[in-house]
C-alpha cells in the first residue's frame, strides 16, 4: 500500500481460481474490502488478467535532444479500432529474478539496438487497474543517438520492431497531436517536458 491510503481501504482474498489458461492467464478472485463510509462489502467477483510486471525505457541523447520512439504490430490496438501500429518506448515484461533496471537495458539492445548507460526512475504506475495485475517500472534512459534507428526486434518473439530517433521537440508534438496513444509513452514524454532541463544539466 501506498502512503495515501484512505481509513478502511482494506481487501481481503476469498479463494481464487483459474478462468483460463493459454498464452495468457486469467484468474477470477474472490474478494470482500472495506467501505468507504465504513464496514465491509459484500463478496464480488472479478477477473483478473495476470500477463507479469512490465518495465520500459524512453531513449533520450541531452546532448542532441533527441529521444529515440519504436513502432511495431499491436493486437489490441488493432482490435480497440485504433492504428494497429502504435508508436512507443522500448518495454519488455522482467524475467525471473531479473530487475527492471536490468530489463530496460537488456530490451533496449534487443528491440532498437540501443546501449543505456544511466537511468532515471520516473514512475511505477499500473496500467489497467481495473482487469489486469501488470504494473509497469517506467525510466528515462541515457542513450547515444548518434547512429541509431532502423529494424529490429527477436524473430523468436515474432517481432519487427521500427526504430526511429526525433527531435525531442517533434516527439512531444507527436503527443499533443494524438500521434502517441500508447499510455505508457504519453506518460514518459510529458515527464521529460517537465524535467529536461533538469535531465539535461544532470546528465552534460
Same mark, same amino acid.
Given at each position: ?20 489458461? #493459454?498464452?495468457?492467464?486469467? =484468474? ?6 472495506? @467501505? ?44 480497440? #479500432? ?12 522482467? %524475467? ?13 539492445? %534487443? %528491440?532498437?539496438?540501443? !546501449? =543505456?548507460?544511466?537511468?532515471?526512475? =520516473? ?11 501488470? +504494473?509497469?517500472?517506467?525510466? @528515462?534512459?541515457? +542513450?547515444?543517438?548518434?547512429? !541509431?534507428?532502423? =529494424? ?18 517533434? !516527439?512531444? !508534438?507527436?503527443?499533443?497531436?494524438? %500521434? ?9 514524454? @510529458?515527464? @521529460? ?12
Amino acid at each position: 500500500m501506498n502512503q495515501s491510503e484512505l481509513p478502511n481501504e482494506t481487501v481481503e482474498v476469498v479463494r481464487k481460481e483459474v478462468a483460463f489458461q #493459454g498464452y495468457f492467464k486469467v =484468474i477470477r478472485y474472490f474478494f470482500r474490502h472495506g @467501505l468507504h463510509q465504513g464496514g465491509q462489502s459484500k463478496v464480488i467477483s472479478r477477473e483478473v488478467f495476470e500477463r507479469g510486471q512490465a518495465g520500459a525505457v524512453l531513449p533520450y541523447d541531452p546532448k542532441r535532444d533527441e529521444v529515440v520512439l519504436i513502432r511495431q504490430f499491436r493486437a489490441g490496438a488493432f482490435v480497440a #479500432g485504433h492504428h494497429p501500429f502504435t508508436w512507443e518506448t522500448v518495454a519488455g515484461m522482467l %524475467e525471473d529474478g531479473e530487475t527492471a533496471e536490468a530489463m530496460v537495458r537488456r530490451e533496449a539492445v %534487443e %528491440e532498437a539496438d540501443l !546501449a =543505456i548507460t544511466d537511468v532515471w526512475p =520516473i514512475q511505477n504506475m499500473m496500467l489497467t487497474p481495473g482487469a489486469c495485475s501488470e +504494473a509497469c517500472r517506467l525510466f @528515462l534512459g541515457r +542513450a547515444d543517438t548518434t547512429n !541509431a534507428g532502423g =529494424i529490429f526486434g527477436l524473430e523468436t518473439e515474432d517481432e519487427n520492431i521500427f526504430v526511429k530517433v526525433l527531435p525531442f521537440s517533434e !516527439a512531444l !508534438a507527436m503527443v499533443e497531436r494524438n %500521434e502517441v496513444d500508447n499510455a505508457v509513452s504519453v506518460v514518459a514524454l @510529458l515527464w @521529460l517536458a517537465l524535467h529536461r532541463e533538469e535531465v539535461r544539466e544532470r546528465w552534460s
